[in-house]
């Protein structure tokens, strides 16, 4: 019996194509809308300087933040100073502000720091950002890359 295998790679790269697409909505999906810890969320105090600091696997970040709200439905204003220090040497790292709600969904996000692979440029993003309405809270998330990952 002779088969075909032309038509049957075919079919594997159909299949290939649908799993890249699928794995591509969950992770444009997952961009907002999910939640963050509650142990993880900075509650944001209304016009008055606040400061702290969050430790993370590979960065500390000591950061500074008056908010200003405006109201139900018009975006607010976030001053966001910070300080990062880097833990762990890692071929590239970003780090996002990310805009939460009541119940700790991430409203929207800016990037606020960049370390850029290979040219080793850190680009950094701080000062005056708006904040959906709706804001109450916010949290810094990040992705990196160690350098046996980096083909």
């Known amino acids: 019996m002779k088969t075909n295998h032309r038509a049957h ?15 591509g909505f969950f992770l444009l999906a997952g961009c907002s809308g999910f939640a963050i810890d509650e142990d993880e969320r900075i509650p944001l105090v209304e016009g008055t300087l606040q400061a702290g600091s969050q430790s993370d696997f590979d960065y500390l970040i000591d950061y500074r933040y008056v908010f ?7 975006p607010g204003q976030i001053d ?3 300080t990062l220090q880097r833990k762990s040497r890692v071929y590239s790292l ?3 502000v990310n805009y939460l709600d009541a119940e700790g969904k991430v409203l929207d996000k800016n990037p606020i720091y960049s370390l850029g692979n ?9 000062g005056k950002f708006e904040t959906p ?7 810094f998330t990040s ?5 046996k990952s980096k083909q």
Not at 133 to 139: D, E, L, M, R
Not at 143 to 147: C, L, N, W
């Open 133 to 139: 309405p709706g804001t109450v809270a916010i949290a």
């Open 143 to 147: 992705v990196s890359r160690d350098f």
């Open 94 to 96: 970003t780090v996002w």
């Open 118 to 126: 290979r040219s080793g440029v850190v680009q950094t993003t701080d």
């Open 80 to 82: 966001l100073f910070f």
């Open 9 to 23: 790679a075919t079919d594997h790269r159909g299949l290939g194509a649908l799993y890249f697409a699928v794995i």
């Open 68 to 74: 200003k709200p405006a109201g139900p439905q018009q």
